[in-house]
């Protein structure tokens, strides 16, 4: 994405909005290096834009949500009602709590117009967005059969206006997480017994006091980011 440039003396200023967490590739022309290089000013970086709206419109989407865990991975071999997601850490099933692989989140909802649900966006270019929270480390995402796409870092965030549908629609979430957590449990309910164990490793990584990594998903909401007017 192009930025917006502005020119000063012996420098080029420009504006790029981060969310927490986020980072970015600034990529120069060859005119840019061939002049006197590129350097980022300190004293410029780093400020907090107030006029920045913290808390876009949004839609969440609530429980129930169905997680079909990897019973070869230690999972329970049903799928699981979540009511309300939380932490796979915090769940009193230990094949939940300590389970490392990939988990699938699926869920109907209904959609609507955006416009319909909030008056001050742009009908012309209203971006729905899918918000994950505490995903973990990866997660890959289809709306109604179709790939919308992976994310792997912060925001979390992934543009589905492409794949809605007015009426009912279908999501999938595929969430991986660490493999700590697997050799935490072992550590923790079978610490005699390394041959029953689904992980191996050539010397002990963790043991049964480590913290286990937060894992799944804790909330899920479409997020309105563009188009906003007023």
Partial sequence: TALPVGEQVGAVRTFLMLEADE?????????????DGLALSDAACGHRHSGLDPE????????????????A?????????FNQLTDWTE????????YSGTAVYTKSFRWRSARHRHPGLDPESPRQYLQLD?????ARVFVNGREAG????????????????PGRNELRI????????????????HPDEPDGHFTKSSFPLVDATTPL??????????LWLSGISG
């Fill in 23 to 35: 980072s970015a590739f600034l990529v120069a022309t060859d005119e840019d290096l061939a002049a």
């Fill in 56 to 71: 876009p419109p949004s839609r969440p989407l609530p429980g129930p949500w169905r997680v079909q865990f990897d019973p």
């Fill in 174 to 189: 595929e969430v991986v997480n660490s493999l700590y957590n697997r050799m935490i449990g072992e550590a923790v309910e």
């Fill in 134 to 138: 505490a995903s973990g480390w990866i």
């Fill in 150 to 165: 992976t994310v792997w870092c912060a925001p979390w965030r992934l543009d589905i206006t492409d794949y809605l549908e």
């Fill in 73 to 81: 991975m230690g999972g329970p071999e049903e799928a699981v009602r």
């Fill in 213 to 222: 990594i937060p894992s799944g998903l804790t909330g899920v909401r479409i």
């Fill in 91 to 98: 769940h009193p099933d230990p094949r939940i709590r300590y």
